[in-house]
């Protein structure tokens, strides 16, 4: 469930549900999905996110990937940890737990237009029995666990100390640290501090989490009374308290601001010792990037994954990256001769290729091998039937606008991804590569041998194994988009219509391969020829296998294609990313030109023929002008168009 369908799809059909409905049906989904085999692949596919070493740092003592972790009221139940563990989370928070279940009497709230989650009991959860017991089945994922706990409402001092010592016994097995949440409006700071004083013993790593809203006065009183070097750090909550007693507690933007001046505010104090941790108001990625200007040594989202969507970690770590080389001097550019240009040279061929398929397929169609195969003139094909060189023609003027479509990307991928050394447009490359060639072996079943095509390959296939051989791991030193703007919002329509292209294009090419290796003829194909295909193969039992030969070739073509321009369309959307935007509009006005316009040439107009081409246009069309704001803008115009995701 990537931004691009979430925000565009599911967001607003999960609307109309219930908050806990909405959880429920989405995280149960993702979960079932992260189950099935091969459903982690899907998963990781469709997100794409790269571990990046430039992230990798401790925490008060932890270990963590990404400086961004989610917080257990997103999942309570546990249900999709394992479905939401390669969004680019550094950590899962499990909790609040507290020792007996604490049971919500009032539905969960939200207010769409503020981006808020209003909890009539903020600290509902199944308690440390339950929770344990999910626990010891393990949670399906690596990441360490930070577990919140909060001994059971209106207990004096001691009482609360001996419950959170008891909860830190059981969960020790599982627990990279802790969450000592113990702030309550009826003790006083010292009280406070005295309870958070008898926990510190045994070398747990302990982190004091403090509500956002809590005063500048009473934090400072409490940490007056705390000895800080005992403790891992800080965590500064989500949760801003309901104005009025017995109103919900509020999940939203608003706890960005108070937590922010707390951040500022220990770190003044205390300078750069204790790790902070900011779980207050992250909704995009320029919130994270506040808090950690802050002070905040990673960040913990809530209702942000809930309102902006599951690649908001993504783009926080490709945020936070950004960030930390920007002032970098950039690493030389490989050389043309060490893979990217490689690439560009089979892309270049392919360009070649495809210019001259098309001159021939649109003139004498046939080639002397062609004539030889079947021991039949040119002339005669057309005497035995006056439309088969015409469709014959369709079939090749297409798959030389999809090898011209195909060049385009291979040539561009490689200057502008592989000499970046950006490990999406290998990724994409790699796996369109392997399609491409392969498709070679499709025909070969119906005893035809195209030299030509077998001597292209001999060509190209050395120019694309030393193009792959070098590693490209760099992250992209562009400035990431910062703003659920509008021009974000646009784009995420964009997206989804060119994966919707992408995923279109590919099942074309797969069935097209498929009837070609099987059947051969579509229904209106033989409308078209005026004949059967027993008729056409009396007339010479070689022609089925010819034209076999150029539909699977055609269909394994487009499959190239499509897995290329689904990878770029899946991975490569970043805002001012103009050369992508650029490729795909260069890359698909020669497929769609060719397709189209032999279709009217032959006379081929069979509608319900052409239908999935139309809807191909549409989709490239849209797709294109929705993305056109948010990648040909300059990056850096971004912080002038601000605008809010509601």
């Not at 990441?143 to 020790?172: D, S, T, Y």
Request: glycine share 10%; aromatic share 8%; hydrophobic share 45%.
């Amino acid at each position: 469930m990537p931004d691009w369908s979430y925000r565009t799809l599911f967001q607003p059909l999960l609307s109309g549900l219930s908050a806990e409905r909405a959880r429920a049906l989405t995280l149960g989904a993702m979960g079932a999905l992260s189950r099935l085999p091969g459903g982690t692949f899907v998963i990781r596919t469709m997100g794409h996110m790269e571990l990046s070493p430039i992230l990798e740092d401790e925490v008060g003592g932890v270990p963590l990937r990404y400086p961004v972790g989610l917080s257990g009221c997103v999942d309570p139940h546990g249900v999709a940890q394992k479905a939401l563990s390669p969004f680019g989370f550094g950590y899962y928070e499990i909790g609040p737990v507290s020792l007996q279940a604490i049971r919500p009497e009032r539905a969960i709230g939200r207010d769409l237009r503020q981006e808020t989650l209003l909890y009539p009991e903020p600290y509902a959860n199944d308690g440390a029995d339950a929770i344990v017991a999910r626990l010891q089945r393990g949670p399906g994922h690596a990441l360490p666990l930070m577990v919140r706990i909060r001994p059971m409402p209106g207990l004096p001092a001691e009482a609360a100390a001996a419950e959170l010592l008891q909860l830190m016994e059981r969960f020790e097995p599982f627990a990279a640290g802790f969450f000592v949440d113990a702030f309550d409006e009826a003790r006083t700071p010292a009280q406070t501090a005295n309870v958070l004083a008898q926990l510190t013993e045994g070398g747990r790593r302990l982190f004091l989490y403090v509500p956002p809203d809590c005063t500048a006065d009473r934090l400072l009183e409490l940490l007056d009374g705390v000895d800080m070097k005992r403790w891992s750090g800080v965590v500064i909550g989500d949760a801003v308290s309901g104005v009025v007693p017995g109103e919900p507690a509020v999940v939203g933007r608003s706890a960005k601001e108070p937590g922010e001046r707390l951040l500022r505010l220990i770190r003044e104090r205390y300078g750069a010792e204790p790790a902070l941790i900011a779980a207050c108001g992250v909704h995009e990625p320029q919130d994270a990037l506040e808090l950690m200007a802050a002070g905040a040594n990673a960040v913990q989202l809530h209702s942000g994954l809930v309102f902006s969507g599951p690649g908001l970690p993504k783009r926080i770590n490709e945020a936070v990256i950004y960030e930390r080389i920007r002032d970098e001097e950039p690493p030389p550019a490989p050389s043309f001769w060490s893979s990217w240009g490689w690439m560009c040279l089979l892309g270049l061929g392919m360009i070649v290729g495809g210019a001259i398929a098309w001159l021939i397929a649109g003139s004498s169609v046939v080639l002397p091998y062609d004539e030889a195969f079947l021991d039949m003139l040119r002339g005669e094909l057309e005497q035995a039937n006056g439309r088969l060189l015409p469709f014959m023609s369709h079939d090749r003027i297409t798959l030389a606008g999809t090898m011209l479509s195909i060049g385009i990307l291979y040539y561009q991928l490689g200057r502008h991804g592989l000499r970046r050394e950006l490990h999406w447009a290998k990724t994409a490359l790699l796996a369109s590569g392997v399609v491409g060639f392969s498709s070679f072996f499709l025909y070969l079943g119906y005893g035809y041998f195209d030299p030509l095509h077998a001597a292209a390959a001999a060509i190209l296939l050395p120019m694309f194994v030393l193009a792959m051989r070098r590693p490209a791991d760099r992250p992209s030193r562009k400035p990431p988009g910062l703003r659920n703007d509008r021009d974000w919002q646009l784009a995420m329509w964009g997206q989804l219509m060119l994966v919707s292209l992408g995923f279109a294009l590919a099942v074309g090419g797969l069935v097209i391969a498929g009837v070609g290796i099987t059947r051969v003829f579509v229904p209106t194909d033989l409308t078209f020829l005026c004949a059967s295909a027993e008729a056409l193969a009396e007339l010479n039992d070689r022609l089925l296998p010819l034209i076999a030969h150029d539909r699977a070739g055609f269909g394994g073509a487009l499959f190239s294609d499509a897995v290329a321009i689904l990878a770029a369309s899946l991975w490569g959307i970043q805002r001012g990313e103009r050369w992508l935007w650029l490729t795909l509009l260069a890359a698909g006005l020669p497929g769609f030109a060719a397709g189209i316009s032999v279709h009217l040439t032959i006379g081929y107009t069979d509608f319900i023929h052409l239908l999935p081409a139309y809807a191909a246009i549409a989709l490239f069309v849209a797709g294109l002008a929705l993305l056109y704001p948010y990648m040909m803008k300059p990056a850096g115009r971004q912080a002038n168009n601000e605008g809010s995701s509601t």
